[in-house]
T-cell receptor
Framework: NAGVMQNPRHLVRRRGQEARLRCSPMKGHSHVYWYRQLPEEGLKFMVYLQKENIIDESGMPKERFSAEFPKEGPSILRIQQVVRGDSAAYFC?????????????FGPGTRLLVL | GENVEQHPSTLSVQEGDSAVIKCTYSDSASNYFPWYKQELGKRPQLIIDIRSNVGEKKDQRIAVTLNKTAKHFSLHITETQPEDSAVYFCAIEGGSEKLVFGKGTKLTVNP
């Protein structure tokens, strides 16, 4: 059973470009969470999605950031017009059931560097 | 909103000693408290978790204790080994099942 998959693992963008980060949850998992980790800091929640539905986007910046989890295919975190402050590791996690207290399993992360 | 304070931020111990990391939280509705270990450049990995219906849970050299009244929980690692060196994060489950993390503790186990 493959774990949570993320790609690319490393992404370099110039200021003003777009970044697209992909996350495929574990098989059988229908809930995806995105977290951002700045250097030397903890993980900060960004958004929680189920298939075709955004459940909680309270951690997403109001501008330039969007996320989706279509019926088919991976979840996508999209950052438009990237700035240097967007440089961070972006982790997604998945869980199987819509119950509180379900373990979240993390992917390997995408390390975004904005030049 | 939910907040998690984690202490200490760095911890250095000799191999074989015990290590204790403590977290306090503000959201009394939280019922799930996981601990993650993150090695440099790697993903966070769940090492142990506890739910609010128990006060203590143990898995080999790792244990977690929970005091819901005082709103704090702790990670205990006994007989530490160099491979335990990593950053450890506590978390609570906030609203909508999202995790709210502490800022991490960098543990160094000296051989």
């Amino acid at each position: 059973n493959a774990g949570v998959m993320q790609n690319p693992r490393h992404l370099v963008r110039r200021r003003g470009q777009e970044a697209r980060l992909r996350c495929s949850p574990m098989k059988g998992h229908s809930h995806v969470y995105w977290y951002r980790q700045l250097p030397e800091e903890g993980l900060k929640f960004m958004v929680y999605l189920q298939k075709e539905n955004i459940i909680d986007e309270s951690g997403m910046p109001k501008e330039r950031f969007s996320a989706e989890f279509p019926k088919e295919g991976p979840s996508i975190l999209r950052i438009q017009q990237v700035v240097r402050g967007d440089s961070a590791a972006y982790f997604c996690a998945s869980s199987p059931l819509p119950d509180r207290g379900e373990t979240q399993y993390f992917g390997p992360g995408t390390r975004l560097l904005v030049l | 909103g939910e907040n998690v304070e984690q202490h200490p931020s760095t911890l250095s111990v000799q191999e074989g000693d015990s290590a204790v990391i403590k977290c306090t939280y503000s959201d009394s509705a939280s019922n799930y408290f996981p601990w993650y270990k993150q090695e440099l450049g790697k993903r966070p990995q769940l090492i142990i978790d506890i739910r609010s219906n128990v006060g203590e849970k143990k898995d080999q050299r790792i244990a977690v204790t929970l005091n819901k009244t005082a709103k704090h929980f702790s990670l205990h690692i006994t007989e530490t080994q160099p491979e335990d060196s990593a950053v450890y994060f506590c978390a609570i489950e906030g609203g909508s099942e999202k995790l709210v993390f502490g800022k991490g503790t960098k543990l160094t186990v000296n051989p």
